[in-house]
């Protein structure tokens, strides 16, 4: 089914990568191998190759820039579709709102709003995500979020059909949206900002990528802070308190700058990362009887 599945994507301008290392996809630079990597070239493709998908009982996962997520090292049973380049594309609707391809990244929408000098996103500076993901789990920093600057949401629905969400449908709240829920596929969003004053923009921009440079570990690779905020704690804050900062499995450690980070310091294998979270969650609930989500999502076998 894998090479009708292959030979159908191709038809429709997509490309096609068997036994794809999802290691060179994501950004903790580990994991096993996707059964089948598929890039589409459009909007359209995309929906027939998630259309062959479903009518043929392929498991499927939607992955953007790769940096919140973690394949096993098992591999992934299915097809990869990848939202890349050619679902990226960005337009200014009017003079304060911008639409953009779910493949965009966040920080391609941040760099177009500064040339037009629309304010409201410098927050998202920094972060490595593209947009879809970053609509489907509401992302934030610095005291802001996703949910300050979307106005409407497209999408492909579960019945292969195209549909748009207004804000009021989105359900947006702390690292989640109405997408972790219901398995439809973003598109593209609409993102209205403010006027603002290039200098003073670009400003913010560089003060947040200076704090995140100081505070957290970029320069290795990671899928950013690993574990939700639990209610009332800082998710770094306990694991420092439990004593953790450092701790490596294997090539996988606690990062030393900011413990909320769990980092590939040293050709860390997924399953040398999952074993860490496992012992910082298990740490965490003896100590404090604080569970620790992750934020990160976990596929794979």
Known sequence: MYEALAATAKKLGAKVEYNASMSKYTSFKAGGKADLLITPDSTSSLREIIAFCKDNA????????GSNVLVRDG???????RLGSKLSKIILKDENTVIAQAGASLKSICMFALEHSLSGLEFAYGIPGTLGGAVYMNAGAYGGEMKD?????????????????????????????????????VTSAEIVLKKGNYDDIKSK?????????????????????????????FAGTLIEECGLKGKCIGGAEVSTKHAGFIINKNKATATDILDLIKLVQDAVYEKYNVHLETEVKIIGR
Do not use: C, W
Request: negative net charge; charged residues 25%.
């Open 205 to 233: 921009m560089n003060e947040l990528m200076s704090k995140r440079k100081e505070k957290q570990p970029i320069e290795f690779p990671s899928a950013g802070s690993t574990f939700k905020r639990p209610e009332g704690y």
């Open 75 to 81: 591999g992934f049973d299915g097809a990869v579709i």
């Open 149 to 185: 600057v979307l106005n409407s949401v497209s999408h492909i629905d579960s019945e292969g059909n195209f549909g748009e969400f207004s804000k009021d449908e989105l359900d947006l709240s702390y690292r989640h949206s109405v997408y972790s829920e219901n398995g439809f596929t």
């Open 58 to 65: 392929i498991h499927y996962f939607i992955l953007g820039n």
